[in-house]
C-alpha cells in the first residue's frame, strides 16, 4: 500500500521560509519520480516542483530561486525548501509520485 504523508506546513509571515516533507513507503522511492504540487481555493492544482530519480530538478517559473526541491533515498524523503514566501504562495501543498499517488496535503499560508 502506497503511503505519502506530508508535514511541515503552518503560517509564515511574508519574507519567511518553511521546509515541507513528503515521507513515502510502499514504493521504489530511489526509482521515482516525485514532485510537489499546490492549489488555492478556486484554482487549478499546478507543480511546484519536480525531482527525477536521478536527481534532476524542474520548478514553476514563479517559484524558481525561492524554493528548492531535494530527495533523501536513504529516508524514502521528498522535501521543499521555501524561502521568500509571499502571500501568493498560499495554498496546499501536496507531494506526488510518477505513478499517480498522492499525499494528503498540508496547509501553507504566508500573510502579508
Known amino acids: 500500500q502506497v503511503q505519502l504523508v506530508e508535514s511541515g506546513g503552518g503560517l509564515v509571515q511574508a519574507g519567511g521560509s518553511l521546509r515541507l516533507s513528503c515521507a513515502a513507503s510502499?514504493?521504489?522511492?530511489?526509482?521515482?519520480?516525485m514532485g510537489w504540487y499546490r492549489q488555492s481555493p478556486g484554482k487549478q492544482r499546478e507543480l511546484v516542483a519536480g525531482?527525477?530519480?536521478?536527481?534532476?530538478?524542474n520548478y514553476a517559473d514563479s517559484v524558481k530561486g525561492r524554493f528548492t526541491i531535494s530527495r533523501d533515498n536513504a529516508k524514502s524523503t521528498v522535501y521543499l525548501q521555501m524561502n521568500s514566501l509571499k502571500p501568493e504562495d498560499t495554498a496546499v501543498y501536496y507531494c506526488?509520485?510518477?505513478?499517480?499517488?498522492w499525499g494528503q496535503g498540508t496547509q501553507v499560508t504566508v500573510s502579508s
Open positions: 525531482i527525477r530519480s536521478n536527481g534532476w530538478t
Open positions: 510502499g514504493i521504489i522511492f530511489r526509482l521515482s519520480a
Open positions: 506526488s509520485t510518477s505513478n499517480n499517488y
